[in-house]
């Protein structure tokens, strides 16, 4: 009877938990297709026409909470999901007033800040290796080739006008092989990390091969078996550090 019982406690306390929210704006209205993710356990939702999301199996303890929307300031909140697994979580986003330049008449600026999104909707996801603009102004580099030296997988070698980026497993099987670069969703062939100034960079994607590459930035085998670099530029009216 004594094992019966520890048996159903331990299993009552190995209950996933939940987390049910609701995402609103400064004026209390809701907010709808705002990305809501949990990178510790590579979760994303997404809030309905009533604001409202909610995840399901969650481990218990403390979890930190991203909230973002196209059109609002971003920002993080901490949960705690505890014995009884659930908890409950209000959000409120300020909007982001965008002045455009009068000279902007094209899409590109929202195109690109819905590009930025999308970055962060994978980073969530876990597929890959990211760099965001905050770890870039936080590492204090003067070039992009500094702040990829320690990813996992990396190795640096010396260019004809600088250093660029190798795939550790990529280079053991072609030599130098040189990653296909992407800047905000185009090829860049032949460019090396550092001929793009760190200033101008957002976030960065790593990908070391076909495996994990998402499909939008599969231009073909040969380039993708020496892996994948995507790099997007900071947004206009984004120019802090």
Known sequence: ???AVSVAVSSAAAQPGRLRGIVV???GLPVAQADIGI???HQLARSDEQGRFGFAKL???ELVVSIRRLGYEPTTAKVLIGPEGLDSLRVVLADVAVALDVVQTSSYPYRLRASIE???RRRVRGIGTFVTRDQIVARNSMVTSDVLREMPGIRLVRTRTGRGIRFASASSRRGDCLPMIWI?????E????????????EGIELYNGPATTPMQFSASSSTLSCG???IWSRPPNIRTP
Do not use: K
């Open 1 to 3: 009877m004594a094992l």
């Open 118 to 120: 999308d970055f962060h």
């Open 59 to 61: 481990p218990p303890g």
């Open 190 to 201: 032949g460019l090396e990390v550092d001929d793009i100034p760190l200033s101008d960079i």
């Open 25 to 27: 704006d400064s004026a």
């Open 228 to 230: 994948t670099i995507v």
């Open 184 to 188: 905000d969703g185009q090829r860049a």
């Open 39 to 41: 990178m510790s356990v």
